[in-house]
């Protein structure tokens, strides 16, 4: 069966009409005076990419007043904020393609890439200032510290074979969470949402956000290299253990996985034989099960909000993620 697509999801004109004009206003205020900058910045801009942050924006601007112009802005600015750290992202990752094109460290180098990713930050702030108000840029900056802070632990705990599922969600919980959350936070701040419900969807964006970064990571051990467009199992390449590598450290066949990925660089071999000691172990599936366990908490946060259409899709979005895995299961 075909795992649902976000368009079928999310039968709400009045959202797909605020994501129209999310684009239009992304090409307009990722605009320099120089074009050599506007190329680069508008090069994984828009080159496609999901939209999810600015999608979770207008959801949540419906439980507020959706006519108002800022929530178009409020995805804009989150939109904005994403991509600037995928310009960053690559130049750390040494990523050559993004968004199915070449990486703009690829193409400029990573000087470039890097003032690229600032130029979209800053223009993040200055649209949140110029429309949304103090408050979201607040939120904003502070989400923008969280996404370095998760990086840098990350970054800390490249290789190590001693951490564990509490550093790794802390990681998960700052490098994409706080965005997530954010998104919809500011979406409903500016649809002038009540308190109760801003925080009802600030709980609910943390839990899908956290179970957006785990099914992420499953996918990198379970796909096909032809659904992830690079070989499954980079992650462990790059050195990143996620959820189920530190589960199956803890289980029978942790002293091999321990020993295999003692010796650097790995082989493509090494790889194969530790996914299929993760897989086999059952450690995907535990994985999974705990999302769909947070898929659950996620949607009883909102469950006291009006029932309005955008509440049926948020309460049914965990499980589209999860769904999403099952489907790309090789
Ligand atoms: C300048 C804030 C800043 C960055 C410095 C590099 C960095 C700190 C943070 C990296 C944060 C990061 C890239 C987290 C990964 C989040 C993630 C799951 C990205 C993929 O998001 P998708 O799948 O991508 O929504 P598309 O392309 O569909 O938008």
Redesign the pocket.
């Known amino acids: 069966m075909d795992a649902p697509k976000l368009e079928n999801l999310v039968q709400i004109p009045a959202v797909w009409d605020r994501m129209r004009r999310v684009e239009a206003r992304l090409a307009e205020v990722s605009t320099s005076d120089y074009r050599f900058l506007t190329d680069i910045a508008q090069h994984l801009l828009l080159a496609g990419?999901?939209?999810?942050r600015p999608l979770l924006a207008q959801l949540a601007g419906e439980f507020g007043q959706p006519a108002d112009d800022r929530i178009v802005d409020a995805g804009v600015a989150v939109e904005l904020?994403?991509v600037?750290?995928?310009y960053?992202?690559d130049v750390?990752d040494e990523a050559g393609t993004r968004?199915g094109t070449d990486s703009a460290n690829t193409n400029w180098g990573n000087t470039v890439a890097i003032l690229a990713?600032d130029f979209l930050?800053a223009r993040a702030t200055e649209l949140a200032a110029d429309t949304l108000g103090s408050d979201a840029v607040r939120l904003l900056s502070r989400t923008?510290a969280e996404?370095?802070e998760?990086?840098t632990l990350e970054l800390q705990l490249d290789f190590d074979l001693n951490h564990g599922p509490d550093e790794y969600y802390r990681v998960v919980e700052m490098?994409?969470a706080s965005l997530i959350r954010a998104s919809a936070r500011v979406g409903a701040m500016a649809a002038n949402a009540t308190p109760a419900t801003i925080e009802a969807l600030s709980a609910w964006a943390w839990e899908l956000g956290v179970i957006?970064?785990i099914t992420?990571d499953a996918l990198d051990l379970v796909a096909t290299d032809e659904f992830l467009g690079k070989p499954a199992g980079s992650d462990i390449g790059e050195g990143k253990f996620t959820l189920p590598l530190l589960y199956a450290l803890s289980g029978t066949d942790g002293p091999r996985i321990r020993e295999t990925l003692a010796e650097r660089p790995y082989s493509a071999e090494s790889i194969d034989e530790v996914i299929r000691m993760i897989r086999v172990g059952g450690f995907v599936d535990q994985v999974l099960e705990e999302a769909r366990t947070r898929s659950v908490t996620a949607a009883s946060t909102i469950a006291e909000l009006p029932p309005i259409p955008s509440r049926d899709v948020l309460s049914a979005l965990g499980d589209y993620l999860l769904a999403q895995v099952e489907q790309a299961r090789a």
């Open positions: 990419g999901k939209r999810f904020i994403h600037g750290s995928l960053h992202d750390i968004r990713g930050m923008y996404l370095v998760g990086q490098k994409t957006f970064q992420d």
